[in-house]
């Protein structure tokens, strides 16, 4: 059933998941419901491989989540090829995510969300003061577990210890992995990462002091 | 004091030719010279700390001079007894005492003895490279492990209940650690009885890349070194049965 050629935006998405590139096939921006439902039967699969090698409990996919962060990798990086918008209509191309976020939307969103700091940085290489950067930045430091590491300042209150057992372990491993100080010496987040490596604290990572 | 001070008194020994094996002990004393003259050995160059040592307070059937202008002194007197005898044959201890070897016994056919292997505790400190756990206690941990811990460790299955992680650091958990020897890995704090003979032992087995892994009881088993993957919580979830068993 998911086949390379049967759509722009699923090739897109399975070549960013397989293969960690972007590969864009077509200017188009506007998706059939049938196309959604084929990426999110990808991205769905694709979670439940991972999510084997989450700890503890895995939380339930997400597919509107899932869906968003997808059209977000995929129109990002669309317009930074190729742009005929102007600038106040980036921010109605690229919504933010209206709604909850619980362990479930962050780690489903994250299929594709963890993709977009380097969009970002790319899209900021280009041109300091692009709008699309600028746009991109806000909607990182909503999500710090897709940021971690990427240097992005975390907006009020979204920079906390996430209360799901399965998320929080994540975002530690996640920290510990990308060796992103900042977090890491944030109160509270300092003591779970020095808890995760236990004794080993300088062989696993020597400039955590 | 100085053995060698001027004018100290040179010692001689005189003993039996039939006696000659008591001088083994002191056979090593490599300055002593030995010569042989109607019937008895002649030693000289002793030393008085020497004569009074044990090793030679403890050959029988000896007579100890001390050596003075070519006279003998028996030891405390003032009267000589006799001239040293001349024209001796002096030789190093060591080469007028030569060691001789017992011949082989060429109808010695004795080859059915065998030497048992076992392993036995030793006081060697060695590296633990690996740690055997139990299922259940595995499972505990990995359930929430850390990504970090795991990334630099391997796992194998052993039997039932019971699964092997290599790498370092290992994780903090109990279970016996072993310690490797070429192919072999071996309970920490124990080595084979006769850890000569485990390069001969190692060939005999022939493990062909794989590991042997020996038990405190000294018997082992064999672990194939392309069953051993790389430890991660996919990977045990996928090999174990879901939740609440604590077989694998």
Redesign the interface.
């Known amino acids: 059933m998911l086949n390379p050629g049967q759509s722009f935006f699923l090739d897109t998405i399975m070549q960013l998941r397989q293969t960690e590139n972007i590969l864009l096939h077509s200017r188009m921006m506007e998706f059939t419901a049938e196309e959604e439902e084929l990426v999110i039967e990808f991205l769905r699969r694709e979670y439940e491989t991972e999510s084997?090698?989450?700890?503890?409990v895995p939380p339930a996919f997400n597919a509107p989540a899932a869906l968003w962060a997808a059209k977000l990798a995929y129109l990002s990086s669309l317009l930074i090829l190729y742009r005929e918008n102007k600038n106040e209509e980036l921010a109605s191309i690229l919504p933010v995510y209206a709604g909850e976020k619980d362990a479930s939307v962050i780690l489903s969103a994250d299929l594709c969300l963890r993709f977009l700091p380097a969009i970002y940085l790319f899209a900021k290489m280009l041109d300091q003061e692009d709008t699309l950067a600028g746009l991109l930045r806000d909607i990182l430091g909503e999500w710090p577990y897709a940021a971690t590491g990427a240097g992005i300042e975390a907006k009020e209150g979204e920079a906390v210890l996430p209360d799901n057992?399965c998320l929080r372990?994540l975002y530690?491993?996640r920290i510990?992995?990308k060796k992103d100080l900042r977090s890491a010496s944030m109160q509270g987040i300092r003591e779970q990462v020095q808890a995760?490596?236990?004794?080993?604290s300088t062989?696993?990572w020597k400039e955590l002091k | 004091m100085a053995e060698d001070t001027p004018g100290s008194l040179e010692y001689i020994l005189r003993i039996g030719q039939e006696h000659r094996d008591l001088l083994s002990q002191v056979r090593h004393w490599d300055k002593l010279k030995i010569a042989l003259h109607e019937g008895s050995y002649w030693i000289k160059e002793l030393t008085a700390r020497q004569v009074a040592s044990p090793e030679i307070k403890s050959i029988p059937y000896k007579e100890i001079f001390y050596l003075k202008g070519n006279k003998l002194f028996p030891e405390g007197s003032r009267l000589p007894v006799q001239r040293m005898p001349l024209s001796l044959l002096w030789a190093p201890i060591d080469r007028g005492l030569p060691v001789k070897l017992p011949m082989p016994n060429h109808n010695f056919f004795g080859l059915k003895e065998t030497v048992g292997i076992s392993i036995v505790p030793s006081a060697k400190e060695e590296q633990a490279v690996a740690l055997m756990v139990t299922a259940a206690d595995l499972r505990m941990y990995m359930e929430t492990a850390p990504a970090v811990r795991l990334q630099p460790l391997s796992w194998v299955i052993i039997g039932k209940d019971k699964a092997m992680i290599f790498g370092s650091p290992l994780l903090p958990m109990q279970g016996q650690a072993f310690w490797k020897k070429g192919s072999f890995l071996f309970p920490a704090g124990f080595d084979l009885e006769f850890p000569v003979l485990s390069a001969q032992l190692e060939n005999k087995m022939d493990p062909q890349g794989d590991l042997i892994v020996w038990e405190k009881d000294s018997t082992c088993f064999r672990v194939e070194k392309a069953a051993i993957k790389k430890l991660s919580i996919a990977s045990f979830r996928r090999s174990v049965k879901p939740q609440g068993s604590v077989t694998l």
């Not at chain 1, 084997?52 to 503890?56: E, G, I, V």
């Not at chain 1, 995760?196 to 080993?200: E, H, I, T």
């Open positions: 084997l090698d989450y700890p503890f057992d372990q530690i491993d510990i992995a995760s490596m236990g004794n080993y062989t696993f």
